[in-house]
């Protein structure tokens, strides 16, 4: 019923920077929190930053300045603009989008099939 595609993963040198896109599709009322989390090889997904539709964020301490995320609710698409990357922020990025399919309804959390972020030293 909904479906998010993500793009703009790819490999970078430390230092060099990435735009993540994500576009949400389908049966969409409204979508309230997207985001982008991340998980690193052996380790356990973890959060990156999250935006409300109002605009509010939450970022990871370990992006803070780094990373910006941004969101048109028009397009249902959320981006994540990443400066300065460091071979810590390898792993594999999924978007994640809490989507309500009436506008009476609860939200449900959709993910994204994930897009790799590689950083070479």
């Known amino acids: 019923q909904v479906q998010l595609v993500e793009s703009g993963g790819g490999v970078v040198q430390a230092g060099g920077s990435l735009t993540l896109s994500c576009a949400a599709s389908?049966?969409?009322?409204?979508?309230?929190?997207m985001g982008w989390y991340r998980q690193a090889p052996g380790k356990q997904r973890e959060l990156v930053v999250v935006i409300t539709s109002g605009g509010s964020t939450n970022y990871a301490d370990s992006v803070k300045g780094r990373f910006t995320i941004s969101r048109d609710n028009a397009k249902n698409t959320v981006y994540l603009q990443m400066n300065s990357l460091k071979p810590e922020d390898i792993g594999v990025y999924y978007c994640?989008?809490?989507?309500?399919?009436?506008?009476?309804?609860?939200?449900?959390?959709?993910w994204g099939q994930g897009t790799q972020v590689t950083v070479s030293s």
């Open positions: 389908g049966r969409i009322a409204r979508i309230n929190e």
């Open positions: 994640k989008a809490d989507v309500a399919l009436t506008y009476i309804s609860g939200s449900y959390r959709y």
